[in-house]
């Protein structure tokens, strides 16, 4: 047994910065920077959000998912290995966590129960920081 190790679990997932912020932080249309970033979480989760506040609710689910299941892929390759903290307060993980939010908040809109309840789990063993950033819970 290894005296160097986190013997409390895994160390937590930080996520290189995605360039698709900087897009979307300079006031580019969502929509064009997830057509030009397909792989950016943060571009769907902002698609998500803003298809929830006009009460699109499939399509916002559908992008929630989209960012959710690019936000997994981007974890795995960085050493993720499907369980353990990813912290809300590294800011290149909040497009993957607001993503989470937004398929929490879309799925409970559609009646996705069982769906809800996995998510908000999720959530939590991500960084309860996240659910009270992102107003769920």
């Known amino acids: 047994m290894s005296l160097h190790g986190n013997l409390l679990g895994p160390e937590p997932t930080r996520l290189p910065v995605d360039p698709a912020a900087a897009a979307l932080a300079a006031g580019e249309d969502p929509a064009d920077v997830a057509a030009a970033n397909p792989a950016s979480s943060i571009a769907w989760a902002t698609l998500a959000e803003n298809a929830l506040a006009d009460k699109h609710t499939v399509a916002a689910y559908a992008y929630a998912r ?63 920081a996240a659910a009270a950033a992102l107003g769920v819970s």
């Open 66 to 128: 989209t960012g959710y299941h690019r936000g997994l892929d981007q974890l795995r390759r960085n050493g993720w290995k499907g369980f353990g903290p990813i912290p809300w307060s590294h800011e290149p993980n909040q497009g993957f966590l607001r993503a989470l939010g937004a398929l929490m908040r879309s799925a409970e809109a559609i009646g996705e129960t069982d769906e809800v309840e996995r998510i908000r789990g999720f959530l939590a063993d991500s960084d309860p």
